[in-house]
């Protein structure tokens, strides 16, 4: 499985950017890389989804080096409610594995007034 | 976007009886659901493959026979969880992939409900 690895916790104040980093040394050529958002007693909300270089939409931008080891989701001036625990997946949907269903242990983001 | 809708959102049940848990894709269809249990402080742990028409596949260490998952549509799929006892409190999250978008664009992203929490006394 392409394990992910990420910081347990991070904080942040408001109007800051936050950068997420998270670690997949083991990751296939087929594999996408997908960031979720958790909040308390709800379900994961898609945030990003990439495969190379730089993908950016309204909420996020993730950014992925050449050799796609590594990941890193950007948040763009946070606000409080982007306090929530942010989490990375690999895979690929293609062979309709579950590897890319494969939860880590995420990233607790608080940002802070 | 796409939408999965569960029900309960919550339920309190005494030790020993059965509680059924639907997730239902109101928009889409979805030929594989996911159900995922999630305790306090911990990440989502699969539980279990559901595919329309077929049986559903377990990761290991799930008991099929307690957790009965049934797919009988492409827009359905139920968990009950059998003779439940406190051990099995804890958040039940379903998710779905559109179908036809994954064929499509060869990418996909899981489309989560709401989530259930079970609570047995």
């Known amino acids: 499985l392409a394990k992910t690895t990420q910081p347990i916790s991070m904080d942040s104040y408001e109007g800051q950017e936050v950068n997420i980093t998270c670690s997949h040394n083991?990751?296939?050529?087929?594999?996408?890389i997908t960031w979720y958002q958790q909040f308390p007693s709800q379900g994961p909300r898609f945030i990003i989804q990439?495969?190379?270089t730089k993908v950016t939409n309204e909420v996020a931008s993730l950014f992925i080096p050449a050799d796609r080891k590594s990941s890193t989701l950007s948040l763009p001036r946070v606000s409080l409610s982007d306090t929530a625990v942010y989490y990375c997946?690999?895979?690929?949907?293609?062979?309709?594995?579950?590897?890319?269903?494969?939860f880590g242990s995420g990233t607790q983001l608080t940002v802070l007034p | 976007g796409a939408v999965v809708s569960q029900h309960p959102s919550w339920v309190i049940c005494k030790s020993g009886t059965s509680v059924k848990i639907e997730c239902r894709s109101l928009?889409?269809?979805?030929?594989?659901m996911f159900w995922y249990r999630q305790f306090p402080k911990q990440s989502l742990m699969l539980m279990a493959t559901?595919?329309?028409?077929?049986?559903?596949?377990?990761e290991q260490g799930v008991e099929k026979d307690k957790f009965l998952i049934n797919h009988a549509s492409l827009t359905l799929s139920t968990l009950t969880v059998t003779s439940a006892h406190p051990e099995d409190s804890s958040f039940y999250i379903c998710?779905?992939?559109?179908?036809?978008?994954?064929?499509?664009?060869?990418?996909?992203?899981?489309?989560f409900g709401e989530g259930s929490r079970l609570t047995v006394l």
């Open positions: 083991n990751i296939a050529t087929n594999d996408y």
């Open positions: 559901s595919n329309e028409g077929s049986k559903a596949t377990y």
């Open positions: 928009d889409f269809q979805a030929t594989t």
């Open positions: 990439g495969y190379k």
């Open positions: 997946l690999v895979g690929d949907w293609s062979s309709g594995s579950a590897r890319q269903l494969t």
């Open positions: 998710s779905a992939r559109d179908h036809l978008l994954t064929l499509s664009q060869n990418t996909g992203e899981l489309f």
